[in-house]
């Protein structure tokens, strides 16, 4: 696992017609966020109720990327103690590689640093996430092994 902070500016190549904003329901973002990271829509209604929690709670900020209309991209915001922390940055599937991933990001640095808070976020190493961060301009502050797989 890395946690990593963002030093430069973002670089942006979007699809026309993406939008990134704050998330009004909490099934939008649910059903994007499920596809995401599980693509397994039958988790749905255990994560729904969850979402909907965080949609009121104090301290927290969920953005969706939306292009023509449905939603294809989730990001977590958490304040505290001077930090904006992002977690749950996610693409579905089939709109990755279009920009979504990197609008939300600079959406939510944007957020962040205007509240004169530093963005941080967690990544697992073992699924490459570090080395797209990385390319954004975003710089490793700590990085530690959680958990070793050892093979036969």
């Not at 696992?1 to 904003?21: D, W």
């Not at 929690?53 to 292009?67: N, Q, Y």
């Not at 990197?102 to 080395?131: F, H, N, P, Y």
Request: hydrophobic share 45%.
């Amino acid at each position: 696992m890395s946690v990593l902070t963002s030093k430069a500016p973002i670089e942006l190549n979007m699809v026309p017609g993406l939008t990134v904003k704050a998330a009004t329901s909490a099934q939008g973002w649910t059903d994007a966020y499920v596809r995401a990271f599980y693509g397994d829509e039958d988790l749905t209604p255990y994560v729904s109720p969850i979402v909907a929690r965080l949609l009121k709670a104090k301290g927290v900020t969920l953005l969706e990327c939306r292009i023509t209309g449905a939603t294809v991209g989730v990001l977590a915001i958490f304040r505290t103690h001077g930090l904006g922390g992002v977690y749950c940055v996610g693409t579905v599937p089939e709109y990755r590689r279009l920009g979504v991933a990197a609008a939300m990001l600079a959406e939510a640095k944007r957020i962040i640093e205007g509240e004169g808070r530093r963005l941080v976020l967690q990544a697992l190493t073992s699924e490459g996430a570090v080395d797209y961060y990385l390319r954004r301009g975003f710089e490793i502050l700590y990085s530690k092994q959680v958990l070793e797989r050892k093979f036969k």
